[in-house]
């Protein structure tokens, strides 16, 4: 599986394409993850067959029903965020001025313990609840991967002070669900630089292991 890394929107949004044999899945949906998508398959052809949101907050669901539209993909989302899926306008209070969110309604509702065939993988769902009530991570064993979303940062932890935010819940399932994965997974967050279990284990003073 190649892992392409897309930089998106006006907060510095990783953005995520999963690819493998013609096929691919799509982490997360920033402004801007559609033109970064589409200068892909300029060269890269490739059938789109999921989106999966690691969370409700504007700068990861922006551009999810553009995808939706245009290419009758399936977005994936768990139901806790979904006040924030269909109704964005709610977080105006804190995204960027001016900037276009569109309303999403997922196709595919994701709880903790899922397992979704995607790409000849197993992507098992973990929810994180504490950044967002609907926090999810995805994780491909067989590819030592782990998408965070928001939920674990290199050497950090998601923000807990926002609408919906729960710190001390957020680090109970990351201890809980996060942390229980071997060392040699690798992490890819929603912002900044990859990490590994093993590294954050050693090293991230949020969590108290």
Request: glycine share 10%.
């Given at each position: 599986?190649?892992?392409?890394?897309?930089?998106?929107?006006?907060?510095?949004?990783?953005?995520?394409?999963?690819?493998?044999?013609?096929?691919s899945v799509l982490v997360d949906a920033p402004i801007g993850s559609m033109a970064s998508y589409e200068k892909f398959t300029e060269t890269s052809a490739n059938e789109l067959r999921g989106l999966l949101l690691t969370h409700g907050h504007w700068d990861h669901m922006a551009e999810a029903a553009l995808f939706q539209k245009k290419y009758s993909v399936p977005v994936y989302a768990n139901e806790g965020d979904l006040p924030m899926l269909l109704n964005p306008d709610a977080m105006r209070s804190y995204s960027?001025?001016?900037v276009e969110?569109?309303?999403?309604?997922?196709?595919?509702?994701?709880?903790?313990?899922?397992?979704?065939?995607?790409?000849?993988s197993e992507w098992i769902v973990r929810s994180v609840a504490g950044h967002t009530p609907g926090g999810v991570v995805y994780g491909v064993e067989?590819?030592?991967l782990l998408f965070s979303g928001d939920s674990l940062f290199r050497g950090?932890?998601?923000?807990?002070?926002?609408p919906g935010g729960n710190g001390e819940l957020l680090i109970e399932q990351l201890l809980e669900r996060v942390m229980s994965l071997p060392d040699w997974v690798n992490v890819l967050p929603g912002?900044?630089?990859?990490?590994?279990?093993?590294?954050?284990?050693?090293h991230n003073g949020h969590l108290k292991l």
């Open positions: 599986m190649r892992i392409v890394h897309f930089i998106c929107g006006p907060i510095a949004n990783n953005c995520y394409l999963a690819v493998r044999d013609g096929e960027v001025p001016a969110i569109l309303p999403c309604r997922p196709d595919v509702a994701v709880c903790d313990g899922d397992k979704l065939q995607l790409l000849g067989d590819e030592k950090t932890v998601g923000r807990s002070d926002l912002h900044g630089h990859t990490t590994t279990i093993g590294e954050e284990r050693r």
